[in-house]
């Protein structure tokens, strides 16, 4: 089955300064990785996601980056502000046998911005 | 509209007992996942419908686990005999989409189960 890594485990910045993370899958047949966020004690939501054939996607301070030959995708986020402070799941989605509804979650990212 | 919704939100039980979580979807949702999240873990897959049929349960850790979604709507999860390794967080989460695609999950703030 499908494997994430995530990395780093932990990342402290200051405001405005940029944050990146990153993530690795073992399932050359993975097509769809989504970034979710959690805040403390709540339901982890959607920030943005990338299928494979698209290399990069920008959503304002928020982008993808995909490198499906190394099997690698990362999350980058710039002008951090005290908001972005949660943690955050990358995750994979594998076809298989023409169904591709499971997600394989990393294990998480905890994101202090500070002020 | 309003977003899932899962009950109870934490649940205190005496290991042996039997428990029972509760999660309405979105309305109109085709599918619906049930996730375990450890501490400082990312959620794990337990189980997945599509409408009323259980199309995979093979994230279940034991056949103490039972999920069941009768009319294709609200869904329960079931764990009888609890055990202290089944303390975790219960995600339910919900897709408009059928299993072919991949999209979007709208997730439940969780049920917090303790077992002591």
Known sequence: GE?????????????????VIKCTYSDSASNYFPWYKQELGKR????IDIRSNVGEKKDQRIAVTLNKTAKHFSLHI?????????????????????????LTFGKGTLLTVNP | GAGVSQSPRYKVAKRGQDVALR????SGHVSLFWYQQALGQGP???????????LDKSGLPSDRFFAE????????????????????????????????????????????????
């Not at chain 2, 794990?44 to 259980?54: D, H, P, R, S």
Request: aromatic share 8%; hydrophobic share 30%; net charge negative.
């Open chain 1, 3 to 19: 494997n994430v890594e995530q990395h780093p485990s932990t990342l402290s910045v200051q405001e405005g300064d940029s944050a």
């Open chain 1, 44 to 47: 982890p939501q959607l920030i």
């Open chain 1, 78 to 102: 710039t002008e951090t502000q005290p908001e972005d402070s949660a943690v955050y799941f990358c995750a994979a989605s594998s076809n298989s046998g023409g169904s591709n509804y499971k």
């Open chain 2, 23 to 26: 999660c309405d979807p979105i």
């Open chain 2, 44 to 54: 794990e897959f337990l189980t997945y419908f599509q409408n009323e049929a259980q």
């Open chain 2, 69 to 116: 979604r009768p009319e294709g709507s609200v869904s329960t999860l079931k764990i009888q005999r609890t055990q202290q390794e089944d303390s975790a967080v219960y995600l339910c989460a919900s897709s408009p989409r059928t299993s072919r695609v991949a999209g979007e999950l709208f997730f439940g703030e969780g049920s917090r189960l303790t077992v002591l």
